[in-house]
C-alpha cells in the first residue's frame, strides 16, 4: 500500500503566473482534501473532492480550482498568483464509506513561493 | 461562523509532568472534533477523533458540548511528545464539507 504524494516538492513562480500542483492519493481512496499551511498557522481547509465532484469547500476565491480524476488522483489549480499564495500546500486522502469520512492522511506537501 | 482556538501557542513541561493541550471551538451545530499531530520532519497525522473515544499514545480527549472544548490530555508527558498539536473540526459549512484546523500547539517535553 502506498502513501499519498505529492509533487513538486518546492517551486518558485512570480506574481500573475499560474501554478499546478499534483497530489496521488493512497490506493483504495475516494476523497481528496487539498489545504493551505501559511508559515505559523495550521493548515486552512481549500476544498474537497469525493468520486471527481467537489464535495466541500472553504474560503477560497474561484481562482483556486481542482480536479479529480478517475484514478483518485487531484490537482490543485492557482490563476493570478498573489504573494500571499506563498505556502505549504497538503493534500489528504480519505474514504467515505455510506456517511462515514475516514481517517484522512496527508502527504508530505509542496512549497510554493511566489515572488 | 467556524472557528477552532487553541490559546497556547508553546507548551513546555517536564517528562512525567501532566500535560494539557486546550482547543475550543465554535461550531452551530454538532462537529466532528480531531486532534492531528506532526512529529519532527514527519508528516501531519490522526492522533484521535471524538467518536472513537480511543486513547491513543496515552493521550485522551473529551469533548464538552457546554463549554466548546475538547483538551487533549496526558497524565505522564514522554520526551517523543514533544511534536506541534494541532485540533480541527469537520462538518457542514455553507459550501458542503469543511474542515477548521486551529494555530496549533507546539509541546516541548524536557528531561
Known amino acids: 500500500e502506498t502513501g499519498v504524494t505529492q509533487s513538486p516538492t518546492h517551486l518558485i513562480k512570480t506574481r500573475g503566473q499560474q501554478v499546478t500542483l499534483r497530489c496521488s492519493s493512497q490506493?483504495?481512496?475516494?476523497?481528496v482534501s487539498w489545504y493551505q499551511q501559511a508559515l505559523g498557522q495550521g493548515p486552512q481547509f481549500i476544498f474537497q473532492?469525493?468520486?471527481?465532484?467537489?464535495?466541500g469547500r472553504g474560503n477560497f476565491p474561484p481562482r483556486f480550482s481542482g480536479l479529480q480524476f478517475p484514478n483518485y488522483s487531484s490537482e490543485l489549480n492557482v490563476n493570478a498568483l498573489e504573494l500571499d499564495d506563498s505556502a505549504l500546500y497538503l493534500c489528504?486522502?480519505?474514504?467515505?464509506?455510506?456517511?462515514?469520512?475516514?481517517?484522512?492522511?496527508f502527504g508530505p506537501g509542496t512549497r510554493l513561493t511566489v515572488l | 461562523a467556524q472557528r477552532v482556538t487553541q490559546p497556547e501557542k508553546l507548551l513546555s513541561v517536564f517528562k512525567g509532568a501532566p500535560v494539557e493541550l486546550k482547543c475550543n471551538y465554535s461550531?452551530?451545530?454538532?462537529?466532528?472534533l480531531f486532534w492531528y499531530v506532526q512529529y519532527s520532519r514527519q508528516r501531519l497525522q490522526l492522533l484521535l477523533r471524538?467518536?472513537s473515544r480511543e486513547s491513543i499514545k496515552g493521550f485522551t480527549a473529551d469533548l464538552n458540548k457546554g463549554e466548546t472544548s475538547f483538551h487533549l490530555k496526558k497524565p505522564f508527558a514522554q520526551e517523543e511528545d514533544s511534536a506541534m498539536y494541532y485540533c480541527?473540526?469537520?462538518?457542514?459549512?455553507?459550501?458542503?464539507?469543511?474542515?477548521?484546523f486551529g494555530p496549533g500547539t507546539r509541546l516541548s517535553v524536557l528531561p
Open positions: 461550531y452551530s451545530g454538532s462537529p466532528e
Open positions: 489528504a486522502s480519505s474514504l467515505i464509506s455510506g456517511r462515514d469520512l475516514r481517517e484522512q492522511f
Open positions: 490506493s483504495g481512496h475516494n476523497t
Open positions: 471524538h467518536i
Open positions: 473532492y469525493y468520486r471527481e465532484e467537489e464535495n
Open positions: 480541527a473540526l469537520s462538518g457542514r459549512g455553507n459550501y458542503g464539507q469543511n474542515f477548521v
